[in-house]
């Protein structure tokens, strides 16, 4: 697959479509990828859903979202005439609810380049809390995503130690790619009511504290893995910090949490980053990786 640019948003930050768009050129992004979907609308958690943190925030929005056929029908439209590259994320409940959301996916517009799927939510299945902390649930969901025929990327979490066999597992199910992180979980509480900042309790930090864990993860899965192309994602906000992650041996960077201080944040770590390419001669983003 080849990107118009290295740079992405990143799922849960940047809205289900053209948001962005008065604000920047969306076409000049490697693609937008949207706010996880699920194969029905979801309520999302009660409020407060966004805490700022030192280095970041936390979030606990809960997946809120219309479902797949609405924004098929009523969302989608609009962000392809922005020239956009969409890449969509999905998720789910249960492994059903993933083969559903690819099934709904399968006759989408050849706009939408591939599926995230987003592995780092709870499931009801009585498996653990989380799917991408099990590794024959990871691969389950992998595999039952084969319908949206399009690639698909599994977004991975860094809380389990595991994420090296989570990410060979979802390869061998058919991920052409992986994303590397999600947020982190976190809780915090407020000085004057003693109780969680947040309306469901813990969430998920996200921002520049987690990024030296998310290179980590993304160096770990391509010493292990290196075959397997990686999108790195996790407290990018400066084109320096896209170049850690392509040393690390990501293929391409994703921009989330400093979407929220600067919408225009994506494109320019975008600029930044083929600015430092082009001080040191680098025409290939694939070379960055070379210089380790």
């Not at 979030?59 to 609405?70: R, S």
């Not at 799927?117 to 969901?141: K, M, Q, T, W, Y």
């Not at 025409?283 to 070379?290: F, G, N, Y």
Request: with cysteine; charged share 15%; aromatic share 4%.
């Amino acid at each position: 697959m080849t990107l118009p640019g290295p740079v992405m948003t990143a799922s849960g930050t940047a809205g289900y479509g053209d948001e962005l768009a008065p604000l920047m050129d969306m076409s000049a992004l490697g693609a937008v990828v949207t706010k996880s979907l699920a194969p029905f609308e979801w309520p999302g958690n009660p409020a407060p859903r966004v805490h700022p943190t030192p280095q970041g925030m936390m979030n606990a929005v809960g997946l809120q979202g219309p479902g797949i056929e609405y924004w098929l029908s009523d969302v989608l439209p609009d962000l392809l005439a922005t020239g956009a590259t969409v890449v969509a994320s999905i998720w789910g409940r249960s492994v059903d609810d993933y083969r559903r959301a690819a099934e709904m996916l399968a006759d989408a517009p050849a706009g939408v380049v591939a599926v995230e799927v987003n592995l780092s939510c709870p499931n009801l299945e009585g498996r653990g809390s989380i799917f991408a902390h099990d590794v024959d649930l990871s691969a389950e969901v992998v595999a039952a995503t084969e319908a949206c025929g399009r690639p698909r990327w599994a977004k991975l979490s860094a809380n389990t130690d595991r994420i090296v066999e989570v990410a060979a597992a979802a390869h061998d199910a058919g991920a052409e790619a992986v994303t590397c992180v999600n947020t982190l979980l976190g809780l915090g509480y407020d000085p004057d009511t003693l109780r969680p900042v947040l309306g469901a309790g813990g969430g998920g930090l996200s921002g520049r504290a987690i990024h030296p864990v998310a290179v980590r993860a993304v160096h770990d899965v391509h010493a292990a893995l290196p075959e397997l192309p990686i999108i790195g994602v996790g407290g990018v906000a400066s084109g320096w910090d896209a170049v850690e992650m392509l040393l690390a041996g990501a293929s391409a960077v994703q921009v989330g949490t400093a979407t929220f201080a600067d919408p225009r944040a994506p494109l320019n770590v975008q600029r930044d980053l083929l600015a430092w390419m082009e001080d040191r001669g680098i025409a290939r983003i694939a070379d960055v990786s070379a210089l380790t």
